[in-house]
């Protein structure tokens, strides 16, 4: 059976001195196999991707794997925390206004210069154990700059040295109102059917400072210069990371964590890290864009919204998505007014309050949509 360990990360203190832990949860196989980072909540109202890692854990403290899975739920607890009334505010750190998913560490310099070292007889997994701690050292030293990092940076850091080591890396997230979605490199495309997620976002070799990017950008693009390099072999893409958004934030299901949770662990299956399992992911419609065919509606005017499609649906050209209230015009015929689709579309997500100022992005969408087969 698999050795279970249990830990703490200290990534953050408080105004009086008290340590924030997160904790991790590991499971190692006694057979070998690949190593897989889980984390969750990186945004503090993305609450559900818990409920999953805790299906997680109990399938995997009675069920033997390959490798070993790291999971660290709840992994900022500051966001968590910050509350106001009824609602989390936990999506910029709030003493300097970043993201929380936007401070993980890439630079392209660094790959330049690793692969000014490598040498044609080296074997890939010698480049590839040389590159992790080329890469690791960086982010030590980003951490222990004399000057210091902000409180965003300092946890995505932290974050991002326990899961530099993993050859699959998953971020859970949720969206404001959405559907399930995920984001997949294009050079995995086809790992997405193996996810229980009906709608795929393919993403180019672009960072733009979020967990999967500062996964799959760094050995894509160590790939890609390798193989100029030594365009006499073969170089393939040693890493997998994904960002699963799971519906909507502020609300845990834990009916919908264990579906969620199955859909990761058919994907685990296909990558080889269960042993004699048969977990198969559903049969259901898959539908994909490029990430540029991930578009934003924005409002141009503000008001009171009822949204008139809900996240997942299929929308003609010209149908209505939403229908505003404008409370300065009761009175007369301009009390009412619509916003139509703009072109044939998947809505995705939409914002989840019904106060609109001008300028939100009020619904995301999928256009130039095609079926996975």
Request: proline letters at 5%; a negative charge; hydrophobic letters at 40%.
């Amino acid at each position: 059976m698999n050795n279970f360990y249990k830990e703490h990360l200290t990534v953050a203190s408080n105004a009086s001195g008290r340590k924030m832990n997160v904790p991790i949860y590991r499971f190692k196989g006694q057979q070998p196999g690949p190593k897989v980072y889980i984390q969750s909540s990186i945004h503090g109202a993305e609450v559900q991707g818990n409920v999953v890692i805790y299906h997680l854990i109990e399938y995997l403290k009675t069920t033997p794997i390959r490798g070993e899975v790291v999971l660290v739920p709840n992994c900022n607890p500051v966001g968590t925390n910050i509350k106001s009334g009824e609602y989390t505010l936990g999506r910029f750190d709030p003493i300097n206004g970043q993201n929380w998913n936007r401070g993980y560490y890439f630079k392209d310099e660094l790959i330049n210069d690793f692969v000014e070292t490598v040498n044609a007889t080296d074997s890939f997994e010698q480049i590839k154990h040389n590159f992790r701690q080329r890469v690791k050292q960086a982010i030590e030293a980003e951490l222990s700059k004399t000057w210091g990092i902000g409180l965003a940076p300092r946890l995505n850091l932290q974050l991002q040295a326990q899961a530099f080591d993993a050859d699959i890396v998953i971020d859970l997230h949720n969206g404001p109102v959405a559907t399930r979605h995920i984001y997949v490199p294009e050079y995995a495309k086809d790992s997405a059917k193996y996810f229980n997620i009906p709608h795929v976002i393919f993403i180019p070799n672009q960072f733009n400072g979020a967990l999967d990017e500062a996964m799959f950008c760094h050995w894509w693009t160590l790939a890609d210069k390798l193989a100029a390099k030594f365009p006499q072999q073969q170089w393939s893409v040693p890493v997998e990371a994904f960002t699963l958004e799971m519906g909507s934030q502020e609300v845990i299901d834990f009916d919908s964590g264990k579906y969620d949770a199955n859909g990761i662990l058919a994907y685990l299956n296909y990558k080889n890290c269960l042993v004699d399992a048969n977990l198969q992911p559903d049969s259901i419609d898959r539908y994909a864009v490029f990430l540029a065919d991930y578009k934003i509606l924005y409002t141009q005017e503000g008001g009171i919204i009822e949204y008139k499609v809900k996240p997942g649906q299929h929308v003609k050209q010209g149908e209505v998505l939403a229908k505003v209230l404008n409370v300065d015009d009761l009175d007369n015929d301009n009390a009412v007014s619509y916003i139509y689709a703009p072109e044939d579309l998947i809505a995705i997500l939409h914002f989840p309050s019904a106060s609109v100022l001008c300028g939100t992005q009020l619904y995301k969408c999928f256009i130039n949509y095609v079926q996975l087969p």
